[in-house]
């Protein structure tokens, strides 16, 4: 403990930690702000999305369930983020006290010395009055606080220190609650005696204990190395803390004249000589058994009060030492450990929140996966709905079909009812159509309505006109009697006259016969008048009826399946479209989150 410190230099430099400490928080209250903003954008894009998604969507598609799971997943994330921010304050800031500063706690009996210590620390006098108070600029002055007091018999009041703005010295039992006071980069903690602690203070005076960066016990140099002194410091817990035992009071009075005015003796303070003050710290040594003589150190703060700018007296005071321990431990690993402790506290809130966007993974598989289920089963239930579709319009076709028949000889009455039934058709062709669609599509999309398309019932549905087979037949008109029979008898006559004459007999014969062809020929047989009619042969209606339903019946398997298929590619790629955009905001907010832990990871100090 060779080196030695001013107290006014020991201060600037915990004015420069102090402003250390204030640029770590700085830094992180930045991270945070932009934390904050891309938390907010995180919130509201995913609402955006998903509820643009939603509006799209019936309360009964099967998609709709898996977009309300993200809605609550964001709630749960939101309120888990909140909760977390209200519970920890994302851990940027300094515990008041505890990790904000230098923290000294100091243990000692009653009237060891450590109230005149603190007041030297916080004021540089041992028992300041208001002059010396008024002598500091206000920026100068400690933050006293003060915490249950124990209400021990002569100790000090409830608040007395935060009062007083000093610690009370000379009571009997000057210490009976824990207090202390605050200077930019120190904390100083004074406790009550051991055996004064109540069960509150106790517990304080652990926490204390816990985040302490060294603890000081303070025994009196008129009785160094008491066994109650050296019991207690056995006793404490000091969790491995650095620990340093002060010999306070290691001074005297020592008369340099006679003051003829007053009549009483000059007497000046002085350090007692360094031959005892070792002795009084071999002891202590030796006694402990577990520390060095040259780890404790023998100190005047009075003495240090009068000589503050000797650097020579102040090292022989012990306290240029004591700051100086004060100042190395500032700037060793405990102290560096404290003032990233926002930094640290916002990298690990930062891990939690990019834990909380883990959730979301699984929803977008799930997401993703039931869309692949609709652009399965889709198909399915538009082969089902074309199906259903095409009976009815088949029945509509059949059953005026049947009706037409009635009126098949009249082929312009024909052609008339059959443009008529056509315009019909059509109009039963859409309906049909429209509400196979509708059915297949009314649980993807709130947005698909009945008349998909109005155009789709006109094209290549002509049908051929109505036509009568027809052909031409003679019937009998009348009949009109022959004379045939009176000219063969005269010819025979007259031939057999002939024939006797020409060759007797024989010859008569043969000219009976040929008379009388001969006469036949030249007379008329009876005869049938014929007149020429148009008749009826068939008809191509049931022809025309069949290249209905197969018009129909085509035109709906394909409209159905092409506006099917345009629809469904629509509404699944919306689908998965918003699922790319959820993973891509998703993305985005991990991003940001990694930038900034790693941002907040690189200004850690190690």
């Known amino acids: 403990m060779s080196e030695v410190m001013l107290r006014e230099n020991l201060i600037a430099s915990f004015c420069t930690l102090k402003g250390q400490f204030d640029r ?63 519970k920890r304050d994302k851990g940027i800031k300094f515990q008041e006290g505890f990790n904000d500063s230098l923290l000294v706690f100091i243990y000692g009996k009653v009237k060891s010395g450590k109230s005149s210590l603190g ?12 002059r010396v108070k008024a002598a500091l600029s206000p920026d100068g002055h400690p933050s006293y ?18 009062n007083r703005k000093e610690f009370r010295v000379g009571a009997t039992e000057a210490t009976s609650s824990i207090q202390g006071f605050r200077l930019p980069g120190l904390t100083w903690v004074d406790s009550p005696g051991l055996h004064s602690v109540n069960e509150q203070n106790g517990r304080l005076a652990k926490d204390y204990v816990e985040h302490a960066d060294l603890i000081l016990y303070t025994m009196r140099s008129d009785a160094p190395g008491r066994a109650s002194d050296l019991n207690e410091i056995r006793s404490l817990n000091t969790q491995g803390k650095e620990m340093l035992i002060l010999v306070t009071g290691s001074d005297k009075n020592e008369e340099v004249g006679w003051d003829d005015e007053l009549d009483k003796p000059i007497s000046t303070v002085q350090m007692k000589s360094a031959e005892i003050r070792k002795e009084q710290r071999d002891f202590i040594s030796r006694e402990l058994g577990f520390i060095n ?15 503050a700018k000797d650097l020579e007296k102040m090292a022989d005071s012990g306290m240029g030492q004591l700051f100086s321990t004060l100042h190395r431990i500032s700037q060793q690993e405990g102290v560096r450990l404290k003032k990233n402790v926002p930094m640290q506290n916002f990298c690990n809130f930062m891990r939690f929140c990019q834990g909380e966007l883990t959730p979301y993974e699984q929803l977008i598989i799930a997401l993703v996966a039931n869309i692949g289920k609709l652009h399965g089963d889709v198909p399915k239930a538009v082969t089902r709905e074309i199906r259903a579709a095409q009976t009815v319009m088949s029945s509509e076709i059949d059953a005026d079909f049947d009706e037409l028949a009635e ?7 024909m052609n008339d009812a059959l443009r008529k039934a056509h315009r019909h058709w059509d109009s039963t062709l859409q309906r049909v159509i429209g509400q196979a669609l509708n059915r297949v599509f009314a649980q993807i999309t709130e947005d698909f309505k009945d008349a998909v398309s109005k155009t789709w019932h006109i094209a290549d549905l002509e049908l051929p006109d109505f036509n009568l087979d027809k052909a031409m037949e003679q019937i009998p008109s009348g009949v009109r009697k022959g004379n045939r029979g009176l000219t063969g008898v005269i010819g025979t006559a007259i031939g057999a006259g002939l024939g006797f004459v020409a060759g007797g007999p024989a010859g008569a014969a043969i000219g009976a016969t040929v008379g009388s062809a001969l006469g036949g020929a030249a007379g008329r047989s009876t005869e049938i008048n014929m007149r020429e009619i148009e008749v009826i042969t068939g008809d191509n209606l049931e022809q025309i009826r069949a290249q209905t339903h197969a018009a129909y019946g085509q035109a709906i ?11 469904l590619t629509r509404q699944l790629d919306a689908a998965l479209q918003t699922t790319r955009t959820l993973t891509q905001e998703i993305a985005r907010t991990q991003q940001g989150f990694e930038v900034l832990r790693q941002t907040a990871q690189q200004k850690i100090q190690y």
Do not use: C
Not at 121 to 130: L, V, Y
Not at 293 to 300: A, G, K, N, T, V
Not at 407 to 413: A, V
């Open 24 to 86: 770590s928080l700085a830094e992180a209250h930045e991270l945070d702000r932009q934390f904050m903003v891309l938390h907010q954008q995180f919130r509201n894009n995913m609402a955006a999305y998903i509820g643009e998604a939603q509006r799209k969507l019936p309360k009964d598609n099967p998609l709709s369930t898996q977009f309300d799971g993200f809605l609550s997943a964001i709630a749960a994330t939101d309120a888990a983020w909140n909760k977390e921010i209200s």
């Open 119 to 130: 007041n030297y620390m916080a004021w540089g006098h041992t028992d300041p009055d208001q």
């Open 145 to 162: 606080f003060t915490h249950e007091n124990t209400h021990a018999s002569n100790g000090d009041s409830q608040d007395e220190a935060l």
């Open 293 to 307: 003589s040259d780890d404790l150190l023998s100190i005047s703060a009075r003495y240090a009060q009068e000589h």
């Open 407 to 413: 009126q098949r000889n009249n082929e312009h009455f």
């Open 557 to 567: 398997e394909m409209t159905v399946r092409q506006q099917a298929d345009i629809s």
